[in-house]
């Protein structure tokens, strides 16, 4: 019987851990200094909670920025739930860790970007441009689009 290390999978576990833990940090402590996070996620993954409103204007990922005002953020082992500001509407979200695909934390030039099975071979893992602070959703998909990835493949055997 032939058994592999599934690094690939081992890694996106890895990563989002590490959200985890940022995020929990943030939940006790508040946000230190400049650090603030660009998170997009996929507005369609079956455990994402969003009002009808914002899953009807952005039907496939959203990018949501926590930074000047955040409130009511909870952390699980599957996901986070906050409250944002849209337009002066206070929303609440939950974002299970495995809907987001992009994280970034540009005040230390940080992005974590994760790839879905239909977009790459499973397993396949990118590690974003830190230079790449998406602005808005047109300049987002332009920069997904010259980004510099790393694939883990090219490390496998």
Known sequence: MSREIDYGNLMHS???????????????????????????????????????????????????????????LTVDEDGFAVTLNFGDSPEPLYIPYDAIRTFVDPSVEFGLRFESADEEPEGYSTVMDPAE?????????????????????????
């Not at 987002?140 to 510099?148: F, L, Y």
């Open 14 to 72: 890895a990563m989002r851990g590490l959200i985890r833990t940022v995020l929990q940090d943030i939940s006790d402590n508040g946000l230190p200094g400049n650090h603030h996070f660009f998170i997009t996620f996929d507005t369609a993954h079956p455990d994402v909670e969003l009002a009808d409103w914002l899953s009807d204007r952005y039907p496939g990922e959203m990018t949501v920025v926590m930074q000047h005002w955040f409130d009511n």
């Open 133 to 157: 602070e998406p602005n808005d959703a047109e300049e987002q998909e332009n920069d997904k689009k010259d980004a510099d990835v790393v694939s883990l493949d090219s490390f496998r055997k």
